[in-house]
Antibody
Framework: EVQLVQSGPEVKNPGATMKISCKAS????????MHWVRHVPGKGLEWMGL????????IYERGFQGRVTITADTSTDTVYMELMNLRSEDSAMYYC????????????WGQGTLVTVSS | IVMTQSPDSLAVSLGERATINCKSS????????????LAWYQKKQGQPPKLLIY???TRESGVPDRFSGSGSGTDFTLTISSLQAEDVAVYYC??????????FGPGTKVDVK
Protein backbone atom coordinates (compact mmCIF):
# COMPACT_ATOMS: atom_id res chain seq x y z
CA GLU A 1 0.00 0.00 0.00
CA VAL A 2 1.36 3.39 -1.01
CA GLN A 3 1.78 5.72 1.95
CA LEU A 4 3.03 9.30 2.06
CA VAL A 5 3.43 10.55 5.63
CA GLN A 6 4.18 14.22 6.07
CA SER A 7 5.71 16.10 8.97
CA GLY A 8 3.57 18.03 11.42
CA PRO A 9 2.11 21.56 11.37
CA GLU A 10 4.38 24.57 11.57
CA VAL A 11 4.03 28.17 12.67
CA LYS A 12 6.58 30.57 11.26
CA ASN A 13 7.36 34.27 11.40
CA PRO A 14 7.45 36.32 8.21
CA GLY A 15 10.86 36.13 6.60
CA ALA A 16 11.63 32.73 8.10
CA THR A 17 12.33 29.46 6.27
CA MET A 18 10.29 26.28 6.55
CA LYS A 19 11.28 22.74 5.62
CA ILE A 20 8.72 19.96 5.60
CA SER A 21 9.17 16.29 4.87
CA CYS A 22 7.27 13.46 3.24
CA LYS A 23 8.21 9.83 3.92
CA ALA A 24 7.21 7.47 1.15
CA SER A 25 6.60 3.74 1.32
CA UNK A 26 4.83 1.02 -0.62
CA UNK A 27 6.39 1.73 -4.02
CA UNK A 28 9.76 1.94 -5.74
CA UNK A 29 10.77 5.49 -4.89
CA UNK A 30 13.27 5.93 -7.73
CA UNK A 31 10.60 5.15 -10.36
CA UNK A 32 8.32 8.09 -9.58
CA UNK A 33 8.67 11.85 -9.48
CA MET A 34 7.58 13.39 -6.20
CA HIS A 35 5.61 16.62 -6.29
CA TRP A 36 4.62 19.39 -3.90
CA VAL A 37 1.25 21.13 -4.21
CA ARG A 38 -0.23 23.71 -1.90
CA HIS A 39 -3.80 24.71 -1.12
CA VAL A 40 -4.36 28.20 0.19
CA PRO A 41 -7.64 28.47 2.14
CA GLY A 42 -10.40 29.74 -0.12
CA LYS A 43 -8.20 29.37 -3.18
CA GLY A 44 -7.25 26.58 -5.52
CA LEU A 45 -4.48 24.06 -5.84
CA GLU A 46 -1.05 25.36 -6.80
CA TRP A 47 1.69 23.09 -8.15
CA MET A 48 5.06 24.09 -6.70
CA GLY A 49 7.61 21.70 -8.12
CA LEU A 50 8.95 18.18 -8.28
CA UNK A 51 11.92 15.97 -7.53
CA UNK A 52 12.98 13.27 -9.94
CA UNK A 53 14.72 10.49 -7.96
CA UNK A 54 16.12 8.95 -11.12
CA UNK A 55 18.42 11.86 -11.94
CA UNK A 56 18.15 13.77 -8.64
CA UNK A 57 16.90 16.83 -10.46
CA UNK A 58 14.29 19.27 -9.27
CA ILE A 59 12.02 21.50 -11.31
CA TYR A 60 10.12 24.43 -9.87
CA GLU A 61 7.09 26.43 -10.87
CA ARG A 62 8.24 29.82 -12.09
CA GLY A 63 6.44 31.73 -9.33
CA PHE A 64 8.45 29.93 -6.66
CA GLN A 65 11.85 30.08 -8.37
CA GLY A 66 14.51 31.28 -6.00
CA ARG A 67 12.43 30.62 -2.88
CA VAL A 68 11.77 26.88 -3.02
CA THR A 69 14.12 23.92 -2.88
CA ILE A 70 12.94 20.32 -3.22
CA THR A 71 15.36 17.57 -2.26
CA ALA A 72 15.21 13.94 -1.30
CA ASP A 73 17.09 11.35 0.68
CA THR A 74 16.82 8.24 -1.47
CA SER A 75 18.28 6.11 1.32
CA THR A 76 15.13 6.76 3.39
CA ASP A 77 12.65 7.48 0.55
CA THR A 78 11.93 10.90 2.01
CA VAL A 79 11.35 14.06 0.03
CA TYR A 80 11.74 17.55 1.48
CA MET A 81 10.41 20.96 0.51
CA GLU A 82 12.09 24.10 1.79
CA LEU A 83 10.44 27.49 1.27
CA MET A 84 12.38 30.63 2.17
CA ASN A 85 11.45 34.21 2.95
CA LEU A 86 7.98 33.27 4.10
CA ARG A 87 5.14 35.76 3.89
CA SER A 88 1.57 35.64 5.16
CA GLU A 89 0.34 34.57 1.71
CA ASP A 90 2.33 31.35 2.13
CA SER A 91 -0.03 30.21 4.90
CA ALA A 92 -1.50 27.08 3.38
CA MET A 93 -1.84 23.33 3.48
CA TYR A 94 1.13 21.77 1.73
CA TYR A 95 0.83 18.34 0.14
CA CYS A 96 3.37 15.96 -1.28
CA UNK A 97 2.13 13.71 -4.04
CA UNK A 98 3.46 10.75 -5.98
CA UNK A 99 3.55 11.13 -9.73
CA UNK A 100 2.71 8.34 -12.12
CA UNK A 101 6.27 7.65 -13.30
CA UNK A 102 7.47 10.88 -14.90
CA UNK A 103 3.98 12.10 -15.75
CA UNK A 104 2.29 14.92 -13.93
CA UNK A 105 -0.60 12.70 -12.87
CA UNK A 106 -0.66 12.67 -9.07
CA UNK A 107 -2.13 9.37 -7.93
CA UNK A 108 -1.31 9.33 -4.22
CA TRP A 109 -1.16 12.22 -1.79
CA GLY A 110 0.18 12.85 1.68
CA GLN A 111 -2.14 13.93 4.46
CA GLY A 112 -0.98 17.53 4.23
CA THR A 113 1.10 19.83 6.44
CA LEU A 114 -0.51 23.04 7.66
CA VAL A 115 1.85 25.99 7.66
CA THR A 116 0.87 29.26 9.29
CA VAL A 117 2.95 32.38 8.72
CA SER A 118 2.20 35.05 11.26
CA SER A 119 4.02 37.52 13.44
CA ILE B 1 -0.87 26.94 -20.32
CA VAL B 2 -3.82 28.60 -18.54
CA MET B 3 -6.67 26.44 -17.33
CA THR B 4 -10.18 27.79 -16.78
CA GLN B 5 -13.24 26.04 -15.39
CA SER B 6 -16.96 26.71 -15.48
CA PRO B 7 -19.11 27.18 -13.58
CA ASP B 8 -17.38 28.39 -10.42
CA SER B 9 -19.97 26.48 -8.43
CA LEU B 10 -23.13 24.49 -8.95
CA ALA B 11 -25.83 22.91 -6.84
CA VAL B 12 -27.47 19.74 -8.05
CA SER B 13 -30.23 17.61 -6.56
CA LEU B 14 -29.29 14.16 -5.33
CA GLY B 15 -29.48 11.68 -8.18
CA GLU B 16 -29.21 14.38 -10.83
CA ARG B 17 -26.37 15.02 -13.26
CA ALA B 18 -23.54 17.45 -12.57
CA THR B 19 -21.41 18.74 -15.43
CA ILE B 20 -18.15 20.65 -15.03
CA ASN B 21 -16.27 22.22 -17.91
CA CYS B 22 -12.55 22.80 -18.24
CA LYS B 23 -10.79 24.74 -20.96
CA SER B 24 -7.07 25.01 -21.68
CA SER B 25 -5.35 27.89 -23.47
CA UNK B 26 -3.64 25.46 -25.83
CA UNK B 27 -4.29 21.94 -27.00
CA UNK B 28 -3.49 19.15 -24.57
CA UNK B 29 -3.64 16.51 -27.31
CA UNK B 30 -0.23 14.99 -27.97
CA UNK B 31 -0.17 13.98 -31.62
CA UNK B 32 2.33 11.14 -31.36
CA UNK B 33 0.20 9.05 -28.98
CA UNK B 34 -3.24 10.69 -29.52
CA UNK B 35 -3.64 11.21 -25.77
CA UNK B 36 -4.99 14.25 -23.96
CA UNK B 37 -2.80 15.22 -21.01
CA LEU B 38 -5.65 16.22 -18.71
CA ALA B 39 -6.57 14.94 -15.25
CA TRP B 40 -9.43 15.56 -12.82
CA TYR B 41 -9.17 15.64 -9.01
CA GLN B 42 -11.73 15.77 -6.23
CA LYS B 43 -10.93 17.81 -3.12
CA LYS B 44 -13.15 17.34 -0.10
CA GLN B 45 -12.85 19.65 2.89
CA GLY B 46 -10.20 18.46 5.30
CA GLN B 47 -8.88 15.80 2.94
CA PRO B 48 -6.08 15.69 0.38
CA PRO B 49 -7.03 15.77 -3.29
CA LYS B 50 -7.98 12.51 -4.93
CA LEU B 51 -7.24 11.55 -8.52
CA LEU B 52 -10.44 10.71 -10.42
CA ILE B 53 -9.60 10.74 -14.13
CA TYR B 54 -6.45 10.91 -16.26
CA UNK B 55 -5.83 10.92 -20.02
CA UNK B 56 -9.04 13.00 -20.01
CA UNK B 57 -11.29 9.95 -19.80
CA THR B 58 -9.54 7.07 -17.99
CA ARG B 59 -11.06 6.47 -14.58
CA GLU B 60 -8.60 5.82 -11.76
CA SER B 61 -8.93 2.44 -10.09
CA GLY B 62 -11.66 2.44 -7.43
CA VAL B 63 -13.42 5.57 -8.69
CA PRO B 64 -17.18 5.00 -9.05
CA ASP B 65 -18.40 4.76 -12.62
CA ARG B 66 -20.80 7.67 -12.12
CA PHE B 67 -17.71 9.83 -12.72
CA SER B 68 -16.73 10.19 -16.35
CA GLY B 69 -14.45 12.45 -18.34
CA SER B 70 -14.68 13.51 -21.95
CA GLY B 71 -13.31 16.01 -24.41
CA SER B 72 -10.19 16.57 -26.47
CA GLY B 73 -7.83 19.32 -27.48
CA THR B 74 -8.78 22.35 -25.42
CA ASP B 75 -12.27 21.52 -24.11
CA PHE B 76 -13.01 18.92 -21.48
CA THR B 77 -15.90 17.86 -19.27
CA LEU B 78 -16.26 15.98 -16.01
CA THR B 79 -19.69 14.46 -15.52
CA ILE B 80 -21.17 13.01 -12.36
CA SER B 81 -24.11 11.06 -13.73
CA SER B 82 -26.07 10.73 -10.49
CA LEU B 83 -24.90 12.99 -7.69
CA GLN B 84 -24.47 11.40 -4.29
CA ALA B 85 -24.10 13.24 -0.99
CA GLU B 86 -20.49 12.11 -0.72
CA ASP B 87 -19.67 13.86 -4.01
CA VAL B 88 -19.87 17.31 -2.42
CA ALA B 89 -16.40 18.68 -3.07
CA VAL B 90 -14.35 21.03 -5.21
CA TYR B 91 -13.28 19.53 -8.52
CA TYR B 92 -10.09 20.57 -10.30
CA CYS B 93 -8.83 19.88 -13.77
CA UNK B 94 -5.07 19.78 -14.32
CA UNK B 95 -2.92 19.74 -17.42
CA UNK B 96 0.27 17.71 -17.53
CA UNK B 97 1.10 18.39 -21.18
CA UNK B 98 3.95 20.84 -20.56
CA UNK B 99 6.99 19.07 -19.20
CA UNK B 100 7.31 19.74 -15.49
CA UNK B 101 4.94 22.71 -15.34
CA UNK B 102 1.64 21.28 -14.27
CA UNK B 103 -1.19 23.75 -13.81
CA PHE B 104 -4.56 23.31 -12.16
CA GLY B 105 -7.80 24.98 -13.03
CA PRO B 106 -9.37 27.28 -10.42
CA GLY B 107 -11.83 24.63 -9.26
CA THR B 108 -15.58 24.10 -9.35
CA LYS B 109 -17.52 23.68 -6.13
CA VAL B 110 -20.31 21.10 -6.23
CA ASP B 111 -23.06 21.17 -3.61
CA VAL B 112 -26.38 19.44 -3.09
CA LYS B 113 -29.45 21.53 -3.94
Amino acid sequence: EVQLVQSGPEVKNPGATMKISCKASGFIFRDHCMHWVRHVPGKGLEWMGLFDPEDHESIYERGFQGRVTITADTSTDTVYMELMNLRSEDSAMYYCAKGVNSLGVLDNWGQGTLVTVSS
Amino acid sequence: IVMTQSPDSLAVSLGERATINCKSSQSLLFASNNKNYLAWYQKKQGQPPKLLIYWASTRESGVPDRFSGSGSGTDFTLTISSLQAEDVAVYYCQQYYTTAVFTFGPGTKVDVK
